[in-house]
């Protein structure tokens, strides 16, 4: 570990695949593009807008669309070049996202060839701006409940697109407020009174003097807490006439004299097929999340080593901040959880472009763990965010509050991620109902929980299912010996094997509790469900961080460079080891550790911190982003001031001397 | 438990002593004083300072001061109105804590009868607006070390008020950069040619004009994360002169021909009782971070009470969000921490009017004790704050993000507070510190950690010492049977015990790894304490949490009405077992725990959970929040589109049925 670290061989590890999206970002975004301070609404927005039409091609922003329409069919570099955006401004991100991600993946992914060939030139090129209209007020995370209705008229061949109170508006839709022109818009299909589910159609909202058509009334949701140059709004619709081809019409076709036909017969497997198409923005949001995270880190890391704070007895100069033990212990573990989710990340957007990017049809069973996958990652990355910026913010003092360095921004930005595209909550609960149903189909729908008929037999060898370095991850659990004491705590087979334990004890508790219930509680669906709730998302929890951890370990086993390894697998140490840490009261209640052995990872972390002390700049130099993209007062003025500092206390006072 | 609560008797008990200060702030403060949301800073700026003249008498807002100088010599009272004005506007509160509390208050603690007599009338009537410069870009936690001197001429009879380098300006200074006409200045003394450590100087910094004199440039710290109605500057002196009767000379005085003296001859001691007489501002802002946690705990509890998503297939309407147990997880254990944190406040608030309300001098000893508890409750408050503002934005989802509901600014607000008046990793240091020496001074000063060749025999007797209930808690205790195993969790004296035991477990072992560091590690002063701060830290944490447990049991038995005393009572159960389960993995190392009694805990918190469940609004209710403070539009809005999905969901949609 004492071997100089070639920050050169480090980047390129994390860059990894699609390193050129990431050059290209780094040389082609300059100071324009960073965020402005202290802005108003207006003008934030209308920078944003601005900006979004002026992005170098250079960066292939459109790359995830097809080549034929302009577009890249790079899946993956476009998420990748999702997180790059994030570390210049959210703001930019987030509309792009919209535009590109949410809007024109939502034409791309649910529409026919006739839509792609009206729209998606104009899309791409940004000439119709478009809105993502799913959210209402009263239905956020179960959207399968939307009361929006869309009733097909087979006289007049139109569609009747209707907002029946005010709890059924569209609600914090992108876009909306003030530069969409069209929305695809997310409504109940009704034809020949018969429902089929969720569907959604293409809807102009505003024509070219940015009025909105006849009974389209379009709101603005106001102030948020951050992304002040996104235009979000509110869309209500009375009694909208929409043709009948503007309905999307990938997986719903309704005849002209309304006879209903799709390729997916159950209405809720086809919503959640629909949705499926669209989980590039859950990883894009994850990614974006872990952006800002680097940045904030680069930042407080940074400033760490640079600013000085009480006096030693055996030092002239005060203490820098990293050299306290209470700050590492902040930073460092931070700092490893965010490098072991950038491994997990990297792996699930290869996934997500191996299965998503060729031409031929999706795997089913793949897209369906990729789903999982990408719920799980994203609330990980995004608590993971909140937690570790806000922690940035106050370990850079009052400076941390002051615009002009950037924390504020990074922290009230990112806060919405959360809660947005899937509350957290709501997806670990998915990711724990993929557990327990061995992501088989036995419920029938999301829905099902309340049934909870289920047996989950094939939980055991679902569990054990991995993406990536199978094969040395079951090679270093099973060199493990069979008695823990006589095991380091960095031996890494161990804390394989640690994780997978707990998530298995986890998991096998869950399915008895919930069996049990299913049993004891036949009249009360929802509390067989609701009181092991908090079980439940424990087990998705676990499950997240040994995928996490085994990302992390096939990462470091795809490293060339000697010291880079050295340096990447003491930092997974900290990784495991803090995760350990923190869930150690489970340990030890579960007998998977013993209280000597549990002290003992206290003690190894505390080294951890030392050895990696030297290393914290390396550490952070390592996410490549541009000293301009950091656009932080104190990373430029700090030095200066602690040097001037330092030369007058040399010199003495010359007042004190003089009087 | 399932007695009716009266609403008026649990008010009673949370407003305490001062509720007519409370009642005051109720009934005057009208929708006139609540915020903007959306401002500009320059907005916002001139609101606030405008609505800082407006504040209705009946407030007391410069109840503090001397009665003589038209004050009302209520130092409790002036806290709790820090507190309501908090839940009214937070830019409101700080920027009436600048003039009043801390520029006002230093004037009055730090001056004398000539300073009282020319200024103290203008500054409470508003006449003067002024600053507290103390913070310096270079020394923000370290204040003993400001670069900023004030050098004595005996030939002048003058001072020189001097900014040596960047480093040494005045930073974050509130009404600095718009409203400020003078400024108690911090900087080293120095006379003949002897240096005499920090003291304070009224300065004007703007003259009837506005402009600042020559020798003082002004500087705004501009955008801020929130605050935006608070104009923080940053200050710089130019050789600046200062009339030798502008030293605020209480605690040192330079005579004419430069002769210094002081009552306190220790440079250092000295400094920190000038620190002391200013202990008032860490107990207001610990007060009004809860006072702002309430706000955030109503509004999120309220919407927890109205909001539905997801269906059961046991009920016609969907799930109120207050129905999920993880819904409960998140909010309930914040709520009852805030009632516990709210009699730690109360009993602390209390003690600080006792000790420096009176005329005669001050109790050292208790003095002391006060501030060591203002700065670990000011922390474990806004710690407190910051987690559970943010988990009520989440709890809100995307409505938790926009302006109009509250939640953002209260985040961004408060957000400063686990960093101001005390950076909270430092305030818990001073705690430890205060606890290892047993409050006496062995040390000589706070920067005599590098040293560590203390002994401390002391502790015991100190750890032991209550500020209220002392025998009602020995007595609780000792009734707690010899075998653990054989006492509910929810034994009250079992409860303290375990609380008080791992305080003093963690002490004893501080004390006895920072002796053996002292003996082992001479030559590194530092290390012996830096690779102990972890540990240091754990110590202050248990001791705050002890502390607060005991204020909650003191509080509960005063407690008359006995149904408000069996909820109370309840709450402070699941306040005790969640810090229990919250740190189990240090209780089951150290064998406190059996496994099997830690599962146990984890199962009577999930049951507390379930008996809370149908008061939740009750007790966000005592809080006593006026509706029309909350200010929030989803607490007003949501009702009525519950009703009219309701209505509409019943009636079935027409359309559907016509087509």
Not at 134 to 163: A, I, K, N, W
Not at 230 to 238: A, K
Not at 496 to 501: A, I, P, S, T, Y
Not at 590 to 597: E, K, Q, Y
């Amino acid at each position: 570990m004492s071997d100089h670290i070639d920050l050169a061989r480090l980047r390129e590890v994390l860059d990894g695949p699609w390193a050129g999206v990431r050059n290209a970002h780094r040389e082609h975004l300059d100071a324009r593009f960073l965020p402005v301070y202290g802005e108003t609404g207006d003008q934030a927005r209308a920078r944003i807008t601005r900006l979004l039409t002026e992005l170098p091609t250079e960066l292939g922003i459109a790359s995830a669309f097809p080549t034929e329409y302009g577009g890249g069919s790079d899946v993956g570099g476009s998420i990748v070049a999702t997180e790059m955006l994030a570390q210049v401004d959210l703001s930019l991100m987030v509309k792009a996202g919209v535009q590109w991600g949410l809007f024109g993946g939502a034409v791309s992914a649910l529409g026919t060839k006739r839509h792609h060939d009206a729209y998606l030139r104009d899309i791409i090129s940004g000439k119709i701006f478009g809105c993502f209209a799913m959210t209402e007020t009263g239905h956020g995370s179960d959207v399968q409940q939307l009361r929006t209705t869309c009733t097909y008229d087979p006289h007049t061949q139109t569609f009747d697109l209707h907002t029946p109170h005010e709890a059924a508006r569209k609600d914090y839709i992108g876009n909306a407020a003030r530069d969409g022109r069209m929305a695809v818009v997310f409504a109940q299909l009704v034809s020949n009174g018969r429902r089929h589910g969720v569907h959604a159609w293409l809807v102009p909202i505003r024509d070219a003097q940015g009025n909105p058509p006849p009974g389209v009334t379009i709101g603005d949701a106001g102030a948020k807490a951050g992304l002040l140059g996104v235009d979000n709004g509110r869309l209500s619709f009375d009694h909208v006439t929409v043709p009948r081809d503007m309905l999307l019409d990938r997986y719903g076709q309704v005849a002209p004299d309304g006879t209903y036909s799709s390729p997916i017969e159950n209405d809720s497997r086809r919503f959640f097929t629909m949705l499926g198409t669209l989980v590039r923005g859950r990883v894009s949001v994850g990614g974006a999340a872990s952006a800002a995270t680097k940045s904030a880190l680069t930042i407080a890391v940074r400033y760490g080593d640079i600013r000085r704070q009480f006096g030693t007895p055996d030092a002239d100069r005060e203490v820098l901040l990293n050299d306290y033990l209470a700050h590492q212990r902040k930073l460092l573990p931070a700092l490893a959880t965010t490098y072991a989710l950038h491994f997990a990340q990297t792996e699930l957007v290869a996934a997500l472009h191996e299965v998503q990017g060729g031409d031929g049809p999706v795997d089913e069973h793949r897209q369906r763990e990729l789903e999982s996958r990408a719920a799980g990652l994203k609330a990980a990355q995004t608590w993971h965010a909140t937690r570790t910026i806000q922690m940035c913010r106050e370990a850079c003092g009052g400076a941390g509050y002051l615009a002009e360095n950037r924390l504020p921004s990074l922290k009230a930005d990112t806060d919405v991620f959360t809660t947005f595209e899937g509350d957290n909550t709501v997806l670990l609960q998915l990711v724990a109902k993929g557990l327990l149903t061995g992501y088989r189909d036995e419920f029938g729908s999301l829905d099902g929980w309340g049934r909870a008929s289920f047996v989950a037999e094939h939980v055991r060898e679902m569990v054990l299912e991995r993406t990536a370095a199978r094969s040395l991850i079951e090679r270093l659990i099973s060199a493990v010996p069979g008695r823990d004491e006589e095991v380091a705590v960095t031996d890494r087979g161990w804390q394989l094997k640690v994780f997978e334990d707990r998530e298995r004890h986890l998991l096998d508790g869950a399915v008895r509790r919930l069996r049990n219930g299913a049993a004891t509680k036949k009249d009360r669906p929802f509390d067989i469900f609701n009181d092991v709730q908090d079980h439940v998302l424990a087990v998705a929890a676990a499950h997240i961080d040994r995928v996490t951890l085994e990302a992390f370990v096939a990462g470091i086993e795809d490293t060339a460079d000697t010291p880079v390894r050295a340096l990447l697998s003491r930092v997974c140490d900290l990784y495991a080891l803090s995760v350990i840490e923190a869930n150690k009261g489970w340990f030890l209640e579960h007998g998977r550790l013993t209280p000597a052995r549990s002290k003992a990872v206290t003690g190894v972390v505390n080294g951890l911190l030392k050895e990696l002390r030297p290393h914290m700049r390396t550490l952070v130099d390592g996410f490549g982003i541009p000293d301009a993209w950091l656009h932080c007062a104190i990373l430029r003025e700090e030095p200066l001031r602690q040097e001037a500092m330092a030369a007058h206390d040399t010199a003495g006072d010359p007042q004190a001397v003089a009087a």
